[in-house]
């Protein structure tokens, strides 16, 4: 696979770029155009890889991505899942070129998506373009993109349960994750789940003046913060009543058997540019990002926020939050639960609404498997140490649902790295992790 990397270098480029380009933001309407055709240009590369169809497949919202090649029906069926769709780029001025014009600079690639999730979708186009044309292919392949990863894939699961028998394989494959670091490789063997919710605290009808009014009309910026404070306590822990019920505590050896991915709490740190780590008491950092549950408000507003002052006191204010889920946990649950507990704590002089955005829920797989085997024994060739099972902080709530409609585990061989600020300005991917991620990817069909 070396080899065929260095002599299709070029190619390669022109051909992720591509995709780059195109500003496939799944949460704009505007750009509602730009889904089909980054999902026609995903078709026409799969037709050039070898597939033996693609099609563009119409959804309740953007449309998915099909294809595959069926070598023999005898022979195991790898389902390939990624998605297409990105985070938006804001705040544009904090990009150093242009997010949707790639540039590769200081070994990496720098443009939105270039890591999540096209350039990491792409590695398995070009490793399953290898098998093909070196006539190495021993399995049927089926591919599976997706347009809206990013808004919590409200169409897949609806797709998939209809196309049950089409999507029908062995093993998901999965790149849309990350290593420990490029010289600790690691695999994602459970993943978070997530509720996602958005709030809003109105007081008066209308915004007034804060000299007329202020001191005797409640503020609803103010009450929104001490209710959001009272979520969670001084020991980190949330307090929704029955939050925790369905978490399952860890014995003290599966505790230790994580704490071998090697961690350097000093360098955590000084990349995050903090003083100090905060979190729930009794856990340590890798461990509140991997197997307990979280929540964070992700943004809030109200009132004036221009140029200049303006004495408001104003009617309403807002807040989106997210409740990061261990396996176990029910995200329908978690999200019932959190409205009744916020609308219980609101106080009588506001009125609160809580709207349900998206979410899903977590789920583990098994170290011994036959899949994790093999994708084990292809990145210790590749990187030349054994990888570290992981436990993924993020959430992809699609793959729970795709594991249950489709009776078949995820497999999660994941390239990215921390540095490649993902959702941030300035996302990036490493060329190096480009083409070790198409090397292993392709070893995995050898040992599966």
């Keep these: 696979m070396k080899q065929y990397i260095q002599n299709n270098q070029d190619r390669f480029f022109e051909e992720l770029f591509s995709l780059l380009r195109i500003p496939s933001v799944s949460s704009k309407e505007v750009h509602r155009p730009d889904m089909f055709r980054c999902a026609e240009r995903l078709c026409e590369l799969l037709l050039e890889a070898g597939a033996d169809c693609a099609q563009v497949c119409p959804t309740e919202g953007h449309p998915v991505v099909f294809g595959s090649r069926i070598v023999d029906p005898s022979f195991k069926t790898v389902l390939v899942y990624g998605h297409y769709d990105v985070q938006p780029v804001e705040p544009l001025e904090l990009w150093k070129s242009n997010p949707f014009e790639p540039e590769i600079r200081d070994g990496a690639i720098y443009a939105r998506g270039a890591n999540d999730d096209k350039g990491q979708l792409f590695m398995h186009i070009k490793a399953f373009e290898f098998l093909v044309r070196e006539g190495k292919l021993r399995h049927n392949v089926k591919f599976i993109f997706e347009g809206e990863e990013e808004i919590g894939s409200p169409s897949l699961a609806k797709w998939a349960a209809e196309n049950k028998e089409k999507l029908s394989a062995d093993i998901i494959l999965v790149s849309d994750t990350t290593m420990i670091s490029e010289t600790v490789p690691s695999i994602n063997c459970g993943m978070r789940g997530l509720s996602y919710v958005e709030v809003k605290v109105t007081g008066p009808d209308k915004d007034l003046h804060s000299g007329h009014y202020g001191g005797a009309v409640a503020n609803p910026i103010n009450v929104l913060c001490d209710m959001i404070s009272s979520l969670i306590d001084k020991d980190g822990r949330i307090t929704v009543k029955g939050f925790y019920d369905d ?82 946990q029910d995200s329908e649950t978690i999200t019932r639960l959190f409205e009744e507990h916020f609308k219980s704590i609101a106080p009588d002089y506001v009125k609160v609404e809580v709207t349900p955005h998206h979410g899903g829920n977590g789920f583990l797989i098994p170290i011994s498997s036959e899949a994790y085997q093999a994708a084990s024994k292809a990145m210790t060739e ?25 009776g078949i585990d995820p497999l999660l061989m994941g390239f990215g790295l921390e540095r490649d600020t993902i959702h941030s300005p300035n996302e990036s991917y490493l060329l190096k992790q480009l083409f070790s991620g198409m090397e292993a990817i392709a070893l995995f069909y050898k040992y599966y």
């Design 382 to 406: 590749v990187y030349g140490i054994e990888p570290v099972p992981s436990r993924g902080g993020g959430s992809i709530p699609i793959l729970a649902d795709l594991q249950k409609i489709l």
């Design 247 to 328: 978490v399952v505590e860890l014995s003290r050896e599966d505790r230790a058997k994580l704490a071998r991915a090697p961690f350097d709490l000093d360098e955590y740190m000084n990349f995050l540019d903090i003083r100090q780590v905060k979190g729930e008491k009794g856990y340590t950092t890798m461990e509140r990002t991997g197997i307990r549950p979280c929540l964070d408000v992700n943004g809030i507003w109200g009132g004036y926020t221009g140029e200049g002052a303006k004495t408001v006191l104003p009617s309403e204010a807002h807040a989106k939050i997210s409740m990061r889920l261990v396996p176990n």
